[in-house]
């Protein structure tokens, strides 16, 4: 088995933005049609941009975003 070798960070922002764009074309409708690869890229590039998960049954974290280093929300 092929060892699955981990996204690049431009391929991550092309993946997400493709998903955007059918969000952005067909509305809600959209949503169903955005791919597993298409999911995940949103989801991942909004941890790079330091969205907090929340987990399910936890409450919300006290921020939802970590700051960049050095800044302060």
């Known amino acids: 088995m092929k060892p699955i070798e ?3 960070e431009a ?3 092309r993946r997400a933005s493709l998903a ?3 969000i952005d074309l067909h509305g809600r409708r959209g949503v169903t ?3 597993v690869d298409e999911t995940e890229a949103m989801a991942l590039l909004l941890a790079m941009l330091g ?3 929340t987990r399910a049954g936890e ?3 006290a921020a ?3 700051p960049p280093e ?3 929300l």
């Open 70 to 72: 050095g800044e302060t």
């Open 64 to 66: 939802y975003f970590i």
């Open 51 to 53: 969205l907090v998960p």
């Open 11 to 13: 391929e991550i922002i």
């Open 6 to 8: 981990p996204l690049s």
């Open 59 to 61: 409450p919300a974290p």
């Open 20 to 22: 955007l764009g059918k």
């Open 33 to 35: 049609m955005l791919s």
